[in-house]
């Protein structure tokens, strides 16, 4: 007996190919709905008789010497991801959804002349077959099924990408379906996102959080300064927001009692689309009563590098380039404004004129923001002078005040707020604030705010009347937080975020 081999490397079928391929294959499912009209048969069962599924058979039957034989019989379903046929003896390679294989052996011996001819005639790469035999392992060690009988589980009517060549990242993204059948790595990262999603509600179970759900779709958008969606309301006759952030609805719930909250869930901001941002986004946040920014850096830091060892066994993880990267240990933590000085060798304060900082990025040819602030200028500089240099996760600290409206002033330092920035690989992973809970200084905030919507910034946030009144009911002091999930995915596999989410927006 001969193991099946897989063909060597051949230029991806052209148009014309896929479509003669398609009819061919379309002929074939008619065949096996004509001939077979068994419950069991037909080009789309409603199911099969499996026994076993190919995991498990491996995990049982994986070390067999070459050649043993282990008088069970099995019944396994997969794809077929590569074939070949020959005289009296067809191998065929089933793939199961994790990636693991196991061959197929049709034989005369074993089917009879009717059964292997039509396993040559109807059944194709790409088809999800059922095959029923004794497991045992072949003359070359590989694992095997001796066929005694099979069924075409469903007919695949379009053909595989040649599994040897690589797909290129467009196709990945828009036929993400094909990438998970053809690259391990797809399915890997799909693994991962669930590891780190398990994790992550464990360390807040084990913290006494409670995980519940806000609204997306929302009168008023709010929680962050972002641009959002806007869409109608029929039932309502309303223009709605898709939510750029649950914080408003999330702060709510600790007026009302839940004092450990926390929301994994999807928001939506109409920027940009790039390597690090997306227009739709997973989203974490978490807020703690009685707690601050410092608490909820811990648990953040903390939060990370459980994931870490969730997904690799370790907070020193291996990006797909093979770098590799330390998240263990004790995170930096360092003044914006502090570090910003030392960077820019000269002294800037929250009290350093506006035209002072101005000057400061026309030298340095940083582009000024749209509706400059003082807090605008001092992070854009901060990004230009220090963000480069950061290599090790950092917690940037203490953020200028006019740019952080949810955050209650810096119990020290006058003009900023208790605010933090997490970096990882030079990306911002994370947010915390030490939370603003005071309604009147607040409503303040809403309104300056309010003003800079009016001139023109599409990311300002508008004066929420229902969280104020919230707020008036009494906040207790409180430290929240905020991650993209998709982000701490690029943190700990190094893929860009177009790779860590299943199926983003595409044109």
Known sequence: MTDTNAPDAAPEPSEEDVFEQKAVRLAKRERLIAERTDAAGGAYPVAVPITDTIPALRARFG???????????????????SSRNTGKLCFATLQAGDGSRIQAMVSLANVGEESLQEWKELVDLGDHVFVAGEVISSRRGELSIMVSEWAIAAKAILPLPNLHNELSEEN???????????????????????KVNESLRRTFSDRGFLEV?????????????????????????????????????????????????????????????DSTHSPEFAMLEAYEAYSDYNGIADLTQELIQNAAIAVTGSTTVTWADGTV????????????????????????TPQTPLDELIALAEAEDVELPPHATHGKLVEELWEHFVKPGLDRPTFVMDFPLDTSPLVREHRAIGGVVEKWDLYVRGFELATGYSEL??????????????????????EAMRIDEEFLRALEHGMPPSGGMGMGIDRLLMAITGLGIRETILFPLVK
């Open 213 to 273: 759900e806000t609204p997306m779709l929302q009168v008023q958008h709010g929680g962050a300064s972002a641009r959002p969606f806007v869409t109608h309301s029929n039932a309502f006759d309303t223009e709605l927001y898709l939510r750029i952030a649950p914080e408003l609805f999330l702060k709510r719930a600790v007026v009302g009692g839940i004092d450990r909250v926390f929301e994994i869930n999807r928001n939506f901001r109409n920027e940009g689309a």
């Open 437 to 458: 809970v005071d309604p009147v200084i607040q409503r303040e905030r809403f309104v300056e705010q309010a003003k800079l919507a009016a001139r023109g910034d599409l």
């Open 63 to 81: 070390a067999l010497e070459a050649g043993a034989e282990t008088g069970e019989v099995s019944g396994v379903a997969g794809r077929i991801v």
């Open 172 to 194: 990945r993204v828009r036929s993400r379906f094909l990438d998970l059948i053809v690259r391990d790595r797809a399915r890997e990262t799909v693994v991962a996102r669930a």
């Open 325 to 348: 990267y330390e998240l263990g240990g004790q995170w930096d933590r360092l003044s914006m404004y502090g570090s910003l000085s030392e960077a820019a060798e000269r002294e800037i």
